[in-house]
């Protein structure tokens, strides 16, 4: 089955830094990746959708992050979440989601990575 696998979280950032973080969807099958993108959860608030990409070059952002972060993709498996102008808020446990498509019995799947943590300090 496939597997998100996140990188670039951990540490302590600075208000005002940068962080970049990476989202692969790595499965021998290649299945296509609709959509991509990240959700993360601060203590005391709900889990929120911060950004996401879409095959065709689509993206959406949270209104709280616009302007400071960027997603991409390149042509691989693999999406990248640029963070610039960090602030304390951002802190929380970063998730990467997917949307797959196989050219199989499977179809559409969703899957979501592990977590990694972001802290921002002030």
């Known amino acids: 089955q496939v597997q998100l696998v996140e990188s670039g979280g951990g540490g302590l950032v600075q208000a005002g830094g940068s962080l970049r973080l990476s989202c692969a969807a790595e499965?021998?099958?290649?299945?296509?990746?609709?959509?991509m993108g990240w959700y993360r959860q601060a203590p005391g608030k709900e889990r929120e959708l911060v950004a996401t990409i879409t095959n065709d070059d689509g993206t959406n952002y949270a209104d709280s992050v616009k302007g400071r972060f960027t997603i991409s993709r390149d042509n691989t498996n693999t999406r990248y979440l640029q963070m610039n102008s960090l602030k304390p808020e951002d802190t929380g446990v970063y998730y990467c989601?997917?949307?797959?498509?196989?050219?199989?019995?499977?179809?559409?799947?969703?899957?979501w990575g592990q977590g990694t943590l972001v802290t921002v300090s002030s």
């Open positions: 989601n997917a949307v797959l498509y196989y050219a199989d019995e499977r179809g559409y799947v969703e899957a």
């Open positions: 499965d021998r099958a290649r299945p296509e990746i609709i959509s």
